[in-house]
């Protein structure tokens, strides 16, 4: 009942919030630069969608993990950055326009690669069932539209009209998304703890390396396309920061095993450990232009 509660009301709720407070420090020429400038977006999105999965397949072998650990890895991998990653960013001081903008395409673009890297990996793995996996696409969209995409419109328009009140706002806002941060994650470790332990038994290094590997060549790939380093902070945070709720729901609800979001429960503790180290290592530097 609390776990069901937290993440269909206030885990929903509470990023909701983090977009509002961060769609105050945006204007619609931050996205603007995006347009214009798309190699830092064309770079994300191929970490996200393409080297993500691979990189998550390529473990699953390494390891020779058992079929339903392996398609569980795999459902996590090909799950787009959720609304957390928007957070870590801003705390962090990356581009949070980019880091916006990756999560929302990549959230639609999912829809379509989701179906066809899971069908892949049930045939692949051996846990296949013949079923046909399809998101709910309207539920899907209106989730990415509640959370993310209304509240930053609605806290861009505050910007627009009341610069000053969003200005005052910036740095008490950062400060709630952190304390926010903090509460959710002890909140999802409490509400799954007895599923925790059994995660990282089974698939604790797996998913620690996943995480920063995935990480780890975000930073590298963005550093080597000389991007920005407010940008590669965004390509990083968005390369290992995923979207577990999505994952869970896919497990347990679109393919009815609760087994196959076990990686997902792990994986959940490393992007929150790791999050938190960058919110901690790099929120408190002088923001560089």
């Known amino acids: 009942m609390i776990a069901t509660l937290l993440s269909k009301v206030f885990l929903p709720l509470s990023l909701a919030i983090i977009m509002l407070g961060m769609g105050m420090t945006l204007i619609p020429a931050d996205f603007g ?50 609304p957390t990653s928007n957070l870590i960013s ?35 793995f051996g846990s296949g069932t013949g079923q046909t996996i399809k998101l709910p696409i309207m539920d899907t969209i209106l989730q990415i539209m509640v959370i993310t995409v ?44 007895s599923l925790l332990g059994e995660a990282l038994k089974r698939v604790g290094i797996v998913t620690l390396l996943l995480n920063l590997a995935t990480m780890g060549f975000g930073f590298i790939t963005a550093r080597i396309f000389k991007l920005d380093f407010k940008s590669a902070i965004s390509i990083t945070v968005e390369s290992g920061i995923q979207n577990g709720t999505l994952a869970f729901v896919i497990a347990t609800t679109i393919l009815n095993n609760v087994e196959f979001g076990i990686p997902t429960g792990a994986y959940s503790i490393w992007m929150f450990i790791t999050g938190g180290i960058l919110m901690w290592k790099l929120g408190k530097r002088e923001i560089v232009k």
């Open 90 to 124: 801003q705390v962090c001081k990356g581009n949070i326009a980019l880091s916006v903008t990756l999560t929302a395409i990549a959230s639609f673009a999912s829809i379509l690669t989701i179906p066809f890297i899971l069908s892949n990996a049930l045939e692949y």
């Open 33 to 82: 630069r995006i347009v214009k400038y798309p190699k830092a977006v064309l770079i994300g999105l191929t970490n996200q969608l393409i080297f993500l999965p691979i990189i998550g397949f390529l473990l699953a072998i390494a390891f020779d993990l058992d079929p339903t650990m392996a398609v569980g890895i795999m459902i996590l991998a090909s799950a787009p950055g959720g």
């Open 150 to 193: 209304i509240p930053i419109s609605i806290g861009m328009t505050i910007r627009k009209y009341k610069e000053a009140f969003a200005a005052r706002m910036e740095k008490p806002m950062r400060t709630a998304s952190t304390v926010i941060f903090i509460v959710i994650f002890i909140a999802v470790i409490a509400a799954n703890f």
